[in-house]
């Protein structure tokens, strides 16, 4: 049976942008897990912990550790983009270029894709449109081209599927509880959350009812070609979400200068716009 109502459209908006423009900052800490398949059809899996750092309106820092040593290290301070693989000590540095993706652990990556994924971008109040939904009846399904990827793939002619699509549950319009991107032909990453581990961020100059929940548990799965094969997928579980930043190197996670002198990598690589940038395992 079809519920009595279905969450509106507009008010998901405004929760979604409401949420991300009231993050001025944000750490975060947990786990990650990546698993993979080989060539050979081999199955794989990795794990370590994680430290996330952003600043508005855009500068993002990921690091991944094993026993406290880094393993890898993406950012951006917003025009500049970097990736540090630390297997092979090479640290991979350019500007960003609208629509360009660099292919990380064979998924595709951008500083924009990232905060999309995190909840930390607005999201264009304009172009959506509400869709038949193919799943259960409590779910309705909106599309939007993909915030922050440029006129590289927003044309209709060159794009005709929509960007991005939003599953919600009849129970609210806090968070989405599926999103696909659509990020290249026959490329799909399928993005869920667990409810169940949402994180309320404490915002000490509002009211407790505004404050916003972010994802604590966020599953990423790669789709692939007609069939849509499922591939490479990672899983981030935030044990800590915070906007208080005292104490952590903000000055310093988003500077590419300091970040080179710091790690001294044995070789540094520019990402070329319009090449097929590529960072090892």
């Known amino acids: 049976m079809q519920p009595e109502q279905l969450p509106d459209i507009d008010a998901a ?32 899996a990795d794990q370590g912990d994680i430290d996330l750092w952003y600043q508005q309106p855009d500068m993002i820092a990921l690091r991944c550790s094993k026993f406290g040593d880094t393993i890898s290290l993406f950012g951006s301070d917003g025009r500049m983009q970097w990736f540090y693989d630390a297997v092979d000590d090479v640290l991979y540095e350019g500007e960003i270029v609208p629509g360009q993706m660099l292919l990380i652990a064979d998924q595709p990556f951008s500083p924009a894709l990232l905060l999309d994924v995190l909840g930390l971008h607005p999201v264009p109040e304009r172009g959506w449109r509400s869709l038949p939904s193919s799943r259960q009846h409590e779910y309705i399904e909106a599309s939007v081209p993909l915030y922050g990827m440029g006129p590289a793939i927003d044309s209709e002619a060159a ?19 599926s999103r696909t991107f659509m990020l290249m032909d026959e490329v799909r990453m399928q993005v869920e959350d667990d409810p169940g581990r949402r994180r309320t961020l404490r915002l000490p100059d509002q009211p407790i009812t505004s404050w916003p929940r972010m994802a604590g548990s966020i599953r990423m799965q790669m789709l692939e070609g007609a069939a849509l094969r499922r591939t490479t997928s990672s899983q981030i579980e935030f044990d800590e979400l915070t906007i208080d930043v005292d104490g952590e190197p903000m000055d310093r996670v988003f500077d590419l200068v300091q970040l080179r002198d710091a790690l001294q990598p044995g070789e540094v690589r520019q990402l070329v716009p319009d090449s097929d940038a590529e960072a090892s395992r």
């Open 13 to 44: 908006i405004e929760a979604w942008n409401s949420r991300a423009q009231s993050v001025e900052t944000l750490y975060g800490n947990g786990i990650f897990q990546l698993n993979w398949v080989d060539e050979s059809g081999g199955r794989h």
């Open 159 to 177: 794009w005709p599927r929509p960007e991005m699509w939003w599953w919600f549950e009849s129970d609210g319009v806090d968070w989405p509880v």
